[in-house]
């Protein structure tokens, strides 16, 4: 799929964090603050990335979880900005998520910090 498929499919504000790696500021994302049951999706391919079961408050300013939804989420070492972090893209576009850090809660000790404008939400019925 080509990145123009995907400028016609997002937002240029989440084009920037999805294909760019951009970061958007804390506290601003919709799912910050956001507690309906349901999953968080892929917001380029759809596929189902996180469960509000594993979303827990950070206090960090973005969505944050202790765990990730199937084998869906792909791990690559990020060197920039002078630190050694693991980001977090979506296995099946590449899309970029965010970063897992070691600082999370039980069970897992994960904490997957996640933009809101890599993800769609949708509501359990
Ligand atoms: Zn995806």
């Given at each position: 799929m080509s990145q123009d498929h995907y400028k016609d499919k997002l937002s240029p504000e989440a084009y920037a964090v999805c294909r760019l790696a951009a970061t958007e500021r804390?506290?601003?994302?919709?799912?910050?603050d956001h507690w309906l049951e349901g999953n968080y999706h892929c917001a380029?391919?759809?596929?189902?990335?996180?469960s509000s079961a594993t979303?827990?408050?950070?206090?960090?300013g973005w969505p944050s979880f202790y765990d990730c939804l199937d084998d869906n989420v792909a791990y690559l070492e990020d060197l920039t900005h002078n630190m050694v972090r693991v980001e977090i893209q979506c296995?099946?576009?590449?899309?970029h998520l965010g970063h897992v850090f070691d600082?999370?809660?039980?069970?897992?000790?994960?904490?997957?910090?996640?933009?809101?404008?890599s993800l769609v939400f949708e509501q359990e019925l």
């Open positions: 804390p506290f601003t994302g919709k799912y910050n380029c391919c759809e596929r189902p990335l996180f979303k827990f408050n950070a206090g960090c296995k099946h576009c590449d899309s600082d999370g809660p039980a069970p897992t000790g994960k904490r997957y910090c996640v933009n809101s404008l």
